[in-house]
């Protein structure tokens, strides 16, 4: 082997080391990140917290008003959460929508008649989370139905607002039937 050969291995070799290290301090990076992201929930700003940003201000604060709104005829609680791929593994989305409904503490809490939607664009996940008040009146099966019927046909075509509206609107219609 001559030296020319020599030298061009161990250049590839140090590349391969210094990507693979670049690599593992990533994924250590992100593991940290979102650990403290776990550990230290934000608190909510208002029903609607997009950490996804993909609301623009007039369309959370639409979204903010008709929960507002409905809380106030109805004492239901809904929590909008859009979370970032940096803030949580694709494995661990629906653990930490439960999470955050858990610690913001999502609906009265003797009555259990909180909801959080969860949203994570860049994951292509949502999770309708139900207190056990909620699910009483509206079933998890119902909820899937929701998210596949009123929601994903306007996700698929990147209207996030349009579809978030529309699934919140048919929960809204539901219960304000049943809670009667």
Do not use: C
């Not at 106030?72 to 930490?96: G, Q, W």
Request: hydrophobic share 40%; glycine share 4%; proline share 2%.
């Amino acid at each position: 082997m001559s030296n020319s050969n020599v030298k061009l291995i161990f250049q590839i070799l140090i590349l391969f080391l210094a990507f693979s290290t670049k690599a593992q301090d990533s994924t250590y990076t992100a593991k940290v990140d979102r650990q403290t992201f776990w550990d230290n929930l934000p608190k909510p700003l208002n029903w609607t917290n997009d950490y996804e940003n993909i609301f623009s201000d007039d369309e959370e604060a639409k979204l903010n008003q008709i929960i507002a709104d409905f809380e106030k005829e109805t004492t239901v609680e809904i929590a909008i959460v859009t979370i970032d791929t940096f803030k949580v593994s694709r494995e661990k989305i629906n653990d930490l929508s439960l999470h955050i409904a858990r610690t913001w503490g999502v609906g009265k809490k003797e009555k259990s008649n909180g909801i959080l939607i969860a949203i994570s664009k860049g994951y292509r996940q949502l999770r309708i989370q139900n207190g056990d008040g909620i699910t009483l009146v509206l079933s998890d099966d119902e909820t899937a139905k929701i998210i596949r019927n009123q929601i994903i046909p306007y996700f698929k075509k990147e209207e996030y607002f349009e579809g978030t509206q529309a699934g919140l609107f048919e929960i809204i219609k539901l219960l304000k039937v049943r809670l009667k």
